[in-house]
């Protein structure tokens, strides 16, 4: 009994939280299935049974056969063994079948939880996150959850009573001979469980190199037009081959490593069936021992092989598939960013007053605003200038809460958008930026963003107002024309036209431009700033400005100076101030062009 407890703590030992993972793992997702899972332990149960039975019945066949030569007996053994293989393969039909929808549930399960995590996280933990380890994370470790329960349900619904069946035929045959053949367990479980750190490494090793290929590829594809017009196609093939000669490495020392379960049963089994061989014969031989009770002992220790060696080779083969399983529950467990407080009220905006009350925030230990004290008035067009890093999209990225202020207040109204839902707060805002994100969704589903559920009139009204409808139609499918992955079948003007739509459709009462204008044409910056126009119609507008031609008219003019406000005023007012607006506002326009600027 003391050996029997040494094995199970040897084989069991949980010092970095394994058996509580696949405790975690077996509890959020296997529960769910249990009614499918019973009905695959069923068609478990027959595999094995069928399995004993087929060891046990060479009894028959060798006393009746070929000692007794009973015909009758003859075609009675046929059928039954046909009737054995019949059963098992159609239970084996129905356990894969039944094992792989579950596997598929489960899958789609967690890519579902996994996706809900990353969308409620803020821009600082994409800011911190690199693409392809959320790529391999939804797709490699969502893989690798049902590969672990897989080889927990098979090991123990078809392995282990597969062996029990078949043990239970190798005692009642002759419990001497069990003796024998069972005393590989031991040197058996010591030694795989000497494998199993090394497997974890290795596998925790081999996902860091797959997510290096997957954010290669990634970063090639989205930036594949400074690839090629750099010419530094060499230079990504190689960085691609040393992530990829990295994970052949290290998937080949883990197939190394797991297949020295197979010599290690193999030396064992050997020996074992050698001492079954000498004691069985020597009884069957010299002791007149029945004959067939051997051949039947043979052949289930023999069929006890591969589930056992199977068995060997759980612990290792789990501990590489909790990689994967370990890294999904890292994402899993990320708190969302922005948890809406008990209490927390939904903005009511009445005039849409903008107000900043001695705002600090950084990213990391770079502070990007110092006490930032503004006011936005309602229903009025004030702009933002400054020089790079002066924290003019910092101020959007606050005002949208993608990140929360470390210091001061944001109040719209006089409500502080902390204690406001974010979901009412970006309600009312419409957000139009230099880089026109658009999605791989038809143009009319794209404009349908601004408001989901509103008609196709609404959606052509907004289209219209946009200077969009126009070209729109010209395409080949109109408003079903694909806008492609991030817009790239439009230009930089139609994808700009089809945001300010999406913003118009949305009708929210504050807007936030993010200089929407600076990447366009002369042609395509008319047609975009007439469409503004009709939007900021009416509304409290932000409008970040790089070029200060563009902001000329604003209301009101807030200079940013490393995180805070150097100068407010009209464009006129700055101009005759001499101060930090008229040197920028010099370095753009050259004397000849400047009287015409102004």
């Known amino acids: 009994m003391a050996v029997i407890k040494a094995i199970a703590g040897r084989l069991f030992q949980d010092p970095d939280g394994t058996l509580s993972l696949l405790r975690r793992l077996v509890s959020e997702n296997a529960r769910?299935?249990?009614?499918?899972?019973?009905?695959?332990?069923?068609?478990m149960a027959l595999v094995a049974a069928s399995t004993a039975a087929s060891a046990w019945i060479m009894r028959d066949v060798i006393n009746e056969v070929f000692?007794?030569?009973?015909?009758?007996?003859?075609v009675a053994i046929a059928l039954a063994v046909m009737a054995i293989f019949t059963v098992k393969g159609a239970a084996t039909y129905g356990q894969i079948v039944v094992?792989?929808?579950?596997?598929?549930a489960i899958v789609a399960d967690c890519q579902r939880r996994l996706f809900d995590t990353v969308t409620r996280q803020d821009l600082a933990f994409?800011?911190?996150t690199a693409l392809g380890d959320l790529a391999t994370r939804l797709s490699h470790n969502t893989q690798a959850a049902r590969a672990v329960l897989d080889m927990v349900v098979t090991s123990i619904g078809r392995d282990l009573l597969t062996i029990v069946g078949l043990v239970t035929v190798m005692v009642v045959q002759d419990p001497g001979l069990s003796i024998i053949a069972l005393l590989i367990m031991p040197p058996a479980v010591i030694g795989v469980s000497m494998l199993?750190?090394?497997v974890r490494k290795h596998a925790r090793s081999q996902?860091?190199?797959m997510t290096r290929i997957v954010s290669a590829v990634q970063e090639t594809a989205i930036g594949i037009r400074v690839v090629k017009a750099f010419g530094v196609e060499a230079r990504m093939r190689r960085e691609m081959n040393r992530a990829v000669e990295d994970v052949e490495h290290r998937a080949n020392r883990i197939a190394s490593l797991s297949a020295r379960t197979s010599p290690l049963m193999e030396t064992l089994g050997g020996f074992a069936v050698a001492l079954v061989i000498l004691y069985g014969g020597y009884s069957v031989v010299e002791l007149d021992q029945d004959p067939g009770g051997f051949f039947a002992f043979i052949t289930a220790l023999l069929l006890a092989y591969d589930p056992a060696k199977r068995l060997a080779r759980l612990h290792v083969n789990l501990s590489s598939g909790l990689v994967g399983v370990r890294l999904m529950y890292e994402l899993l467990d990320q708190p969302p960013s922005f948890v809406d407080r008990d209490g927390t009220g939904t903005l009511a905006v009445g005039t849409g007053e903008i107000r900043f009350k001695d705002v600090t925030f950084g990213y990391g230990e770079a502070q990007a605003l110092r006490g930032l004290t503004m006011v936005a008035e309602a229903?009025?067009?004030?702009?933002?200038?400054?020089?790079?890093?002066?924290?003019?999209?910092?101020?959007?990225s606050l005002i949208e809460r993608f990140y929360d202020v470390t210091g001061g207040r944001i109040?719209?109204?006089?409500?502080?958008?902390?204690?406001?839902s974010v979901a009412s707060l970006r309600g009312q805002i419409a957000l139009v930026t230099q880089d026109t994100f658009l999605f791989d969704l038809s143009i009319r589903d794209n404009i349908a963003l601004g408001r989901p559920g509103a008609g196709d009139a609404e959606i052509i009204r907004a289209a219209m107002d946009a200077n969009a409808h126009e070209f729109i139609l010209e395409l080949d499918q109109g408003y079903d024309t694909p806008a492609g992955e991030g817009g790239t079948r439009l230009s930089g003007g139609q994808r700009q036209r089809v945001a300010i739509a999406r913003a118009m459709l949305r009708n929210a009462p504050i807007l936030l431009l993010d200089e929407a204008t600076s990447a366009l044409d002369a042609e395509s910056e008319a047609k975009v700033q007439g469409a503004l126009k009709r939007l900021m119609k009416g509304r409290t507008t932000l409008v970040i400005a790089h070029r200060l031609a563009t902001v000329r008219d604003a209301d009101m003019i807030h200079v940013l100076d490393r995180g805070q406000v150097a100068e407010s005023g009209s464009h006129a007012d700055l101009f005759a101030r001499d101060g930090l607006y008229r040197r920028l506002y010099d370095l753009q326009f050259r004397p000849a062009d400047r009287s015409a600027a102004e």
């Open 126 to 128: 994409f800011d911190r």
């Open 67 to 74: 000692i007794n030569r009973d015909p009758t007996m003859i």
């Open 379 to 396: 229903g009025k067009v004030t702009a933002l200038v400054g020089a790079s890093g002066a924290g003019k999209s910092t101020t959007f």
């Open 196 to 198: 199993v750190r090394r």
């Open 207 to 209: 996902f860091v190199s």
């Open 32 to 43: 769910a299935h249990l009614p499918r899972y019973a009905i695959a332990f069923v068609f």
């Open 411 to 420: 109040l719209i109204d006089g409500q502080d958008i902390r204690t406001v």
């Open 99 to 104: 094992l792989s929808r579950i596997g598929n």
